[in-house]
T-cell receptor
Framework: GAVVSQHPSWVICKSGTSVKIECRSL??????MFWYRQFPKQSLMLMAT?????????EQGVEKDKFLINHASLTLSTLTVTSAHPEDSSFYIC????????????FGNGTRLTVT | AQKVTQAQTEISVVEKEDVTLDCVYE???????LFWYKQPPSGELVFLIR??????QNEISGRYSWNFQKSTSSFNFTITASQVVDSAVYFC???????????????FGTGTRLTIIP
C-alpha cells in the first residue's frame, strides 16, 4: 500500500536555529500534501496545504515566514521551522494526497520537535 | 465551514466490554468523506475506515463496526470485545468536496482517548 515517510521522527534543537522536516510519498505521486501540528493531548490542526510547484496555502493564524513549506516535486514536501522557539515544540505530521477524492490521505509517522 | 465533534474526551472500559465512540459532523457540501483514524501512544495515525456521503451502508471489520446516519450527521464507531491493544486516541475526520476542488482538507475532531483496562 501507499506509504508516506517523514523524517526525522524526532529532533531537539536550540532556540534560534532552524529545523527542516521532510515528507516523502514513497510509491505514489502526491499532488497535494498537508502539514498538521498537534499539541499534547489535542487534535491535529492543519497548518498549510502545499501543492507541487506552487506556493503553499496557510491556515489563518499560521505564520508563513516562520513555517516555510516547499513542495519541489511530486514526492517531496518540506517544512522548515525557522528561528525556532520553545513554543514551537510540538508534534508535526504530514499527509499526502494521491489525487483521488476518496483516498484515505496517507500520513507520515510524525516528527516530535523539542526546542530548548 | 466544516466541523467534527467528538463529545467524549476520554472513555475507560474493562477489557472485553463493547464501546462506542461518537462522532457528529457538520458540512454544507453534499459530497464528503468521513474517516476514522487511530493514534496509538507512538504517535502515528492509523487509517481505519473511509465512508463517502452517498454510502450509508454500515460496515463491519472484525471487532470494529461503523454506523453512518446522514439523518443525524453521525458516524459512530463501535469496538466489540475490546482489548488492551485498542487503547489509543481515536479521531473522526471529515473531508468535504466543495468549490475549492483539489485542496479539500481533512478536518479532525478533538479525539477520544480510549483506555482499555485489563
Amino acid at each position: 500500500g501507499a506509504v508516506v515517510s517523514q523524517h526525522p521522527s524526532w529532533v531537539i534543537c536550540k532556540s534560534g536555529t532552524s529545523v527542516k522536516i521532510e515528507c516523502r510519498s514513497l510509491d505514489f505521486q502526491a499532488t497535494t500534501m498537508f502539514w498538521y501540528r498537534q499539541f499534547p493531548k489535542q487534535s491535529l490542526m492543519l497548518m498549510a496545504t502545499s501543492n507541487e510547484g506552487s506556493k503553499a496555502t496557510y491556515e489563518q493564524g499560521v505564520e508563513k515566514d516562520k513555517f516555510l513549506i516547499n513542495h519541489a516535486s511530486l514526492t517531496l514536501s518540506t517544512l522548515t521551522v525557522t528561528s525556532a522557539h520553545p513554543e514551537d515544540s510540538s508534534f508535526y505530521i504530514c499527509s499526502a494526497d494521491a489525487g483521488t477524492l476518496n483516498s484515505p490521505l496517507h500520513f507520515g509517522n510524525g516528527t516530535r520537535l523539542t526546542v530548548t | 465551514a466544516q466541523k467534527v465533534t467528538q463529545a467524549q474526551t476520554e472513555i475507560s472500559v474493562v477489557e472485553k466490554e463493547d464501546v462506542t465512540l461518537d462522532c457528529v459532523y457538520e458540512t454544507r457540501d453534499t459530497t464528503y468523506y468521513l474517516f476514522w483514524y487511530k493514534q496509538p501512544p507512538s504517535g502515528e495515525l492509523v487509517f481505519l475506515i473511509r465512508r463517502n456521503s452517498f454510502d450509508e451502508q454500515n460496515e463491519i471489520s472484525g471487532r470494529y463496526s461503523w454506523n453512518f446516519q446522514k439523518s443525524t450527521s453521525s458516524f459512530n464507531f463501535t469496538i466489540t470485545a475490546s482489548q488492551v491493544v485498542d487503547s489509543a486516541v481515536y479521531f473522526c475526520a471529515l473531508r468535504s468536496i466543495g468549490s475549492n476542488f483539489g485542496n479539500e482538507k481533512l478536518t479532525f475532531g478533538t479525539g477520544t482517548r480510549l483506555t482499555i483496562i485489563p
